[in-house]
C-alpha cells in the first residue's frame, strides 16, 4: 500500500492512477525527486481529477523545497477530495515549514474534525497553536495526543515545553522525563529538564541529564553551560571556569556564561578577569539590544 | 502507516527537533518545584479584603485609553504616597492622577487627590482646599520632611516637569517647584528622598524613563520595538533614548541642586522606574538601588564623597541569576531573612522571574527566586508595585506583588498571561523560602486588575499593615487584613533632631522573642509610591520588645529597653522614647498595658 486514498479520492480516482501514485512515492523514496516531479506532472495530466495524484505531486514538489508549487497540488487535492485528511494534513505541513502556524492550524482542525484520533495532528496542531500565542488550547491538544498515543514522539516533550513556558515546572519535569524514557535518543528535553533539576537542587540528578545530553549531542551549548552551573553550585569554582570557557568557546556571544564566569573569577578573588567578564556582558547586552523587540521579557531565545 | 505519511512525518520530525523552542518565547529557566497555579490554601485566620468605597476613597485613575497605543498610557500615573499631612497621627493617603492623550494635549487633565484619614477608619477627600492643584500626567510620588519644619512635603514626578509641594502646616500645600529648583526634566517617574550626605537634610533622586515626545510616538506594530510575543503593542521603550535620571543635592535654605553629572548618575541614561535608598553595605551612608526597564538595574554604592558608584552587575544585582537584562519596575529594599542586611525585591515583566536578591554581606548579592519559590509562580505576572511587609506580624517579613500587563491586546490570546492579573502575596516561611498565599486568603487577594503604584500603612493604627493599590482607569484597592491572628507589633515613629527630622535613613534593630529585626527609614520605593515612614514590626507572641535599638544618620545611637507591644512608641533622636500611644484595637496579652509602662517612666 503507498498511500492513504480517502473515500472521496478513490470516488475521483480514475482507472490507473494508484499505479501511477505507487511508481512516483518509489521515486520519492529513492530520492529520485526531478523524476518524481517529471513522472507526477505527467499523471496528473493523465488523471486531472486524481486527488491521491496531486497529492503524490505535491509531496514530491515539497520535498524538493518547491513549496509554492506544492502548496497549490495539496491545495487541488483538497478541492477533489475535500474529506481526506492526508491532504489537509500534508498542507499543514507546508504551512508549518514556513512557520504559517495560523494557515496550519487551520488544516489541522480539518484533520482533527475529521480524523479525531489522528495524534499526530493533534501534537502539530498543538505546535501551531503554541507558535500563536494560543498556550492553553496547545497544551490541552498535547494532552488528547497523548491520550491517543501515549508514547507518541515528541508529544511529551511539547507538553513539558508548554508547561515549562507557564511556570510550572514539576508538570514540565515529569513530561519531559516522560519524553526521555519514550525517545532516550531526543537530547533536548535532558537539557531542559536538567535545568529544573538544577533549581531545585537536585545536583546528581541534573548532572546525569546534562551529562546525557552532551553524550548525544557533544557540542549542546544549553547541556555544557547547564554542567557548568552544576559545578558552580557544588563550589567548584576551577571545574566551573573550564566548563564556562567551554560554552564561551561554543557560543562566544554565550551572555550567562560570560556573566556566570565573571562572578566566578569574583569569588575567585580574580579582578581583572571579572571585571573583563563583566565588561563583555555589558557590550553583549548592548550588542543584542538592537535586535531585541522592546521589552526584556519578550527577548527572543 | 501510508509511505506518504511516513515520508511526511519523518519530515515532521526533521523539522521539529531543529526549530523546538518557540520563537519568541523562552520558558521558565528550570528552577522552582512550586506551581504556576497557586495551591488552594486551607482557609486561614489570615483573610485579606477591599474596603476602599466602604470607607470613602472614591478616586478613578486616569491613565491613556483602554487600548494602550502608548507607552505613557501604560506605564503612566499610579503613584500612592501614605503621609500623615496633618500630624492627626494617621496616616492620610495621596494617588497621583494620570491623563489621556487628548487631555494632556488640551491642557484638561485630571488633579491628583489627596484622602485625610479621619482616625476613625474613613477618609475625606480634601483635594479641593489642599492647595495641590497642578495637573498634567502624573507619574509617581514621594513624600518627606524636607526642609525639617516638621510636616511632609510631597514631591511629584510629571511627564513634562515635576513638582515639589511644601506642606504648609495648616491644611494645605504650596508648589515651590520653581524656587526650589527641582522641576527636573523629561519624565519623571520614580522618587526618593534621603539623607545621602549626612547633613541633615534630605537630597532627592528622581528617575526619568525616556525621552519622548508624545506627539510623536510610534503607532502599535509599526516598527520592531513596538511588538510583545509578535502582537502588535504600543513602542518602547527598546528603541527609545532613555531619560537621565536626576539626583538633587539639599542646599538646606530650601532649594535643591543638580548634582547628577559629578556625583556620576545615570551615564547609561537607562529606563529608570522604581527607586528605593538604603544602606546596601552597611557603611553608614545611604546607597541607592534604580530599577530600570530593559536595562541593567543600577546600584549606586555612596562614596562619601558626593560621588557615587553603580556596582550593579559586579553586585550581583543588576540581572537576573543568570546574567539577563529584565525589566525592572517597582523595588523594595528590606530584611527579610532577619540577618540584619538589606536584601531587595523587585518586581519584572511577564515571562521572566521576579527578583529576590539575597544580601550576601560582602558587597555581592545572590538571586534567590528559585530557591525562594517565587520565580516559578511569579512567571506569567508582570510586577509593578513590590514591597517587603509583615502583614502577619510574625516577625519576618513577607513580600507583596502588584500585577498587572502593560498589553491589554493580551486578552485576545489564550496564552497564561492576561491584561488584569491578581496580585500576590508571598508569607515568609522562615528557611529562605516564601508560599503564595492565593485566592483563598480572601477576596482582597483574588481581584484581578491592571494594577501598578503598592504602598502599605497601618492607617487605621490597629498594629497591622493594610496596603493601598492603584488600578489603572480604575478605582484603586485599599486592601485590609480581617479574623487576624494574635501576634504582637510595634510601630515606630523617629524624629530627628541632628538627623533630618523623618529620620530617613536611620537603623532600627528590634529584639524580641528571640528573634532580631532590622530595617532602616525610607521615602520611596515600590512602584512609584512612598510607604508610611513609621517603622511596623511584627512581635511574634512576645509582650514586648527586649530592646529598640535605633542608629541615625548623624551617628548618635539610642536604645529603648522593654519597649511594650501593642502600640505607637515615638523616638526622638538624642531623647529616646519621647511618646506611646496604645494601638486603636490591638490585640493584649501581656497583663500590663503599654500604657502603665510609659506612665511609671519603663522603657
Redesign the interface.
Known amino acids: ?4 486514498i480517502g473515500p472521496d479520492a478513490r470516488a475521483f480516482a480514475q482507472s490507473g492512477d494508484n499505479a501511477r501514485a505507487e511508481e512516483i ?1 518509489s521515486l ?2 529513492a530520492g529520485r525527486l526531478e523524476e518524481a516531479i517529471r513522472e507526477a506532472r505527467r499523471a496528473v495530466e493523465q488523471y486531472p481529477r486524481s486527488a491521491t495524484l496531486h ?2 505531486l505535491g ?1 514530491a514538489l ?2 524538493k523545497g518547491m513549496n509554492s508549487e506544492a502548496r497549490q497540488e495539496f491545495r487541488r487535492a483538497i478541492e477533489l477530495a475535500p474529506n481526506d485528511p ?1 491532504n489537509h ?2 498542507l499543514a ?1 507546508v504551512e ?2 514556513e ?1 504559517q502556524n495560523a494557515a496550519a492550524a487551520q488544516e489541522l482542525e480539518a484533520v482533527v474534525r475529521l480524523q479525531p484520533a489522528n495524534a ?1 495532528a493533534r501534537l ?1 496542531l498543538g ?1 501551531a497553536y ?8 496547545a497544551i490541552e491538544q498535547f494532552q488528547k495526543a497523548l491520550a491517543i498515543a501515549p508514547s507518541l ?2 508529544a511529551h ?2 507538553l513539558g ?1 508548554a508547561y ?9 519535569l515529569q513530561e519531559y522525563q516522560l519524553e526521555i524514557k519514550a525517545n532516550p535518543d ?1 537530547y ?1 528535553p535532558y537539557a ?1 529538564a ?3 533539576q ?4 537536585n545536583l546528581g540528578a541534573a548532572e546525569e541529564l546534562f551529562r546525557k545530553g552532551i553524550q548525544l549531542r557533544p557540542n549542546a551549548v544549553q547541556a555544557q553551560y547547564g554542567l557548568a552551573r552544576v559545578l558552580l553550585a557544588r563550589k567548584d569554582l576551577s571545574a566551573a571556569v573550564g566548563a564556562l570557557e567551554r560554552v564561551i568557546e561554543l557560543k562566544p556571544d554565550h ?2 556564561a ?3 564566569l ?2 566566578t573569577y ?1 569569588q575567585l578573588g580574580k579582578k581583572d578577569e ?1 571585571a573583563r567578564e ?1 565588561r563583555m ?2 557590550e553583549l ?1 548592548a550588542r543584542s ?1 538592537q535586535r ?10 | 502507516m ?4 511516513l ?3 519523518c ?3 526533521g ?3 531543529g526549530s ?18 497557586p495551591r488552594s490554601r486551607p482557609a486561614t485566620t489570615d483573610q485579606f479584603i477591599e474596603v476602599s468605597r466602604k470607607v470613602g476613597i472614591n478616586f478613578t485613575l486616569t491613565s491613556g485609553g483602554p487600548n494602550k497605543r502608548y507607552i505613557i498610557e501604560a506605564k503612566g500615573g499610579g503613584g500612592i504616597a501614605w503621609l500623615d499631612y496633618d500630624n492627626n497621627g494617621y496616616p492620610d493617603l495621596f494617588f497621583v492622577n494620570g491623563s489621556t492623550v487628548e487631555d494632556w494635549r488640551h491642557g484638561t487633565s485630571p488633579r491628583s487627590r489627596l484622602f485625610r484619614n479621619n482616625g476613625d477608619g474613613t477618609f475625606t477627600d480634601v483635594s479641593a482646599a489642599s492647595g495641590i492643584d497642578h495637573t498634567g500626567w502624573g507619574m509617581g510620588v514621594c513624600s518627606a520632611d524636607y526642609d525639617n519644619d516638621g510636616t511632609p512635603d510631597l514631591y511629584v514626578t510629571y511627564y513634562g516637569g515635576n513638582v515639589l509641594y511644601r506642606n504648609l502646616g495648616d491644611g494645605k500645600f504650596q508648589d515651590v517647584t520653581k524656587r526650589a529648583g527641582a522641576a527636573g526634566h523629561g519624565w519623571g517617574m520614580g522618587c526618593a528622598f534621603g539623607d545621602l550626605d549626612n547633613d541633615g537634610f534630605l537630597d532627592l533622586y528622581v528617575a526619568n524613563y525616556v525621552d519622548v515626545d508624545i506627539d510623536k510616538l510610534g503607532e502599535p506594530g509599526s516598527a ?8 502588535a ?1 504600543f ?5 527609545l533614548t532613555g531619560g537621565r535620571d536626576i539626583l538633587y543635592h539639599n542646599n538646606r535654605g530650601g532649594t535643591f541642586t543638580d548634582v547628577t553629572e559629578q556625583a556620576g548618575i545615570d551615564a547609561g541614561r537607562y529606563f529608570g522606574l522604581g527607586v528605593v535608598m538604603g544602606d546596601a553595605n552597611r557603611d553608614g551612608r545611604l546607597d541607592i538601588f534604580v530599577a530600570n ?4 538595574s543600577a546600584l549606586y554604592l555612596n562614596n562619601g564623597d558626593g560621588t557615587f558608584t553603580d556596582v550593579g ?2 553586585s ?1 544585582a543588576a ?1 537576573s541569576a ?6 525592572g519596575m517597582g523595588v523594595d529594599f528590606g530584611d527579610y531573612d532577619n540577618d540584619g542586611w538589606l536584601d531587595i525585591v523587585k518586581g ?5 522571574t521576579k527578583n529576590l536578591y539575597h544580601n550576601n554581606q560582602d558587597g ?1 548579592f545572590t538571586d534567590q527566586t ?2 525562594a519559590g517565587i ?6 505576572f508582570t510586577t509593578f508595585g513590590a514591597d517587603f511587609l509583615d502583614y502577619d506580624n510574625d516577625g519576618w517579613k513577607d513580600i507583596l506583588l502588584a500585577n498587572g500587563q502593560t498589553f491589554p491586546q493580551m486578552d485576545q ?4 498571561i492576561t491584561y488584569a492579573e491578581r496580585n500576590l502575596l508571598f508569607h515568609n516561611l522562615r528557611n529562605g523560602k516564601f508560599e503564595e498565599l492565593g485566592r483563598s486568603a480572601g477576596p482582597g487577594l483574588a481581584l484581578k486588575k491592571v494594577s501598578r503604584g503598592l504602598a502599605t500603612a497601618d492607617y487605621d493604627n490597629d498594629g497591622g499593615i493594610e496596603f493601598a493599590i492603584s488600578n489603572m482607569n480604575a478605582a484603586p484597592d485599599l486592601i485590609r487584613r480581617v479574623r487576624k491572628g494574635r501576634n504582637q507589633s510595634i510601630l515606630l515613629k523617629l524624629i530627628g533632631t541632628k538627623s533630618n527630622r523623618d529620620g530617613i535613613g536611620a537603623k532600627v534593630r528590634v529584639v524580641a522573642g528571640g528573634l532580631v529585626q532590622f530595617d532602616e527609614v525610607r521615602s520611596g520605593g515600590s512602584y512609584l509610591s512612598s510607604n508610611d515612614l513609621r517603622l511596623h514590626f511584627g512581635l511574634g507572641a512576645a509582650a514586648s520588645a527586649d530592646r529598640v535599638e535605633v542608629e541615625w544618620p548623624s551617628g548618635e545611637k539610642e536604645t529603648v529597653q522593654n519597649a511594650p507591644a501593642g502600640g505607637i512608641l515615638t523616638i526622638t533622636e538624642g531623647k529616646g522614647m519621647t511618646a506611646a500611644k496604645p494601638f486603636r484595637k490591638a490585640p493584649q496579652t501581656g497583663k500590663r498595658s503599654m500604657k502603665s509602662k510609659v506612665m511609671k517612666g519603663e522603657g
Open positions: 500500500m503507498l498511500a492513504t512515492g520519492v523514496e497529492r503524490m509531496a515539497f520535498k492526508q494534513f500534508n505541513l508549518l515549514s512557520n499526530q502539530l505546535r503554541h507558535n500563536q500565542n494560543r498556550t492553553l488550547p514522539p515528541l516533550y511539547h515545553f515549562q513556558s507557564q511556570g510550572n515546572l514539576s508538570a514540565a531526543f533536548e531542559h536538567g535545568g529544573i538544577l533549581g531545585q537542587g551572555v550567562e560570560h556573566y556566570a565573571a562572578r569574583q571579572a563583566f556582558v555589558s547586552h539590544a531585541r523587540s522592546g521589552i526584556a521579557g519578550s527577548t527572543p531565545q | 501510508s509511505r506518504l505519511r515520508l511526511a512525518v519530515f515532521v520530525l523539522l521539529t527537533a523546538l523552542a518557540v520563537a519568541w518565547q523562552r520558558p521558565a529557566a528550570g528552577n522552582a518545584p512550586e506551581q504556576a497555579t520592531p520595538n513596538c511588538t510583545y510575543r509578535g502582537i503593542t513602542c518602547g521603550p527598546r528603541g526597564d530593559s536595562t541593567p552587575p559586579q550581583g540581572y543568570e546574567g539577563q537584562e529584565q525589566a519584572n515583566f511577564s515571562d521572566d555581592t528559585y530557591f520565580g516559578g509562580t511569579g512567571w506569567l490570546y489564550p496564552t497564561g
